[in-house]
């Protein structure tokens, strides 16, 4: 399995949850070598659930990315979508430092059918369509309420979408934005607001 596999899976919180959970259980294991691998695998499993609620609640920094025109692109009414090359090995980069949110103008039933397509419950943290705020880019109230929902300091977060007016929306809440063009120039823009991959 390569790392682009693994990295939505194990991050830093992940291995330190799972060292913590192990040091606690492997002394049970009483010298047995089998139980101790025994007990190492259920401290990855325990990680792997506390892991969510360390990761909203312990990362400060947050990057939102909207979903068409900068994961995947082409006309939602035809069915001719495709990913962005280069787009899902940066948010999976991300992902191993920061909470990683999605936030969509698309509406419930075409968000459904998209979400199971491209997976976007593996691909970021927390997936959000705007339609679950009763309101739509670029309404501010928007933003507020996924800050809200993932813990974020706006100051510490920042915005990519390929709409300016949406990216001014969120500076008007002291979000940093980017004007998404393509993965390389996102990524060099987030490197110089210091969130880095």
């Known amino acids: 399995m390569n790392s682009k596999t693994w990295s939505p899976f194990i991050d830093w919180i992940h291995i330190v949850l799972t060292a913590i959970f192990a040091l606690i259980l492997i002394p049970m294991a009483f010298g047995d070598v089998i139980s101790g691998l025994l007990l190492v695998v259920v ?11 360390v990761k909203k ?15 995947i692109t082409g006309d939602f009414y035809i069915e001719k979508l495709y990913e962005i090359e280069g787009t899902r090995e940066l948010i999976q980069r991300l992902r191993k430092k920061y909470k990683v949110a999605a936030l969509t103008n ?11 397509k491209w ?3 593996q691909t970021y943290d927390y997936v959000y369509y705007s339609g679950q ?9 928007v933003f507020k309420a996924v800050l809200k929902e993932v813990n974020a300091d706006p100051r510490c977060t920042v915005f990519l ?6 990216v001014e929306a969120a500076k008007s809440m002291d979000i940093q934005g980017i004007v998404f063009k393509n993965p390389r120039q996102a990524e060099a823009e987030l490197c110089k607001m210091g969130f880095g991959p």
Do not use: C
């Not at 979408?161 to 949406?166: F, G, I, L, Q």
């Open 161 to 166: 979408d390929d709409t300016a007016e949406n």
């Open 133 to 141: 705020f009763k309101a739509k880019k670029p309404d501010p109230s």
């Open 43 to 53: 401290a990855y499993g325990l990680a792997s659930f506390v892991r969510p609620f």
């Open 119 to 121: 997976k976007f419950d």
């Open 57 to 71: 609640y312990a990362v400060q920094k947050t990057v939102i990315f909207d979903i068409h025109g900068v994961y």
């Open 106 to 116: 698309m509406g419930p039933e075409m968000f459904d059918v998209w979400s199971r």
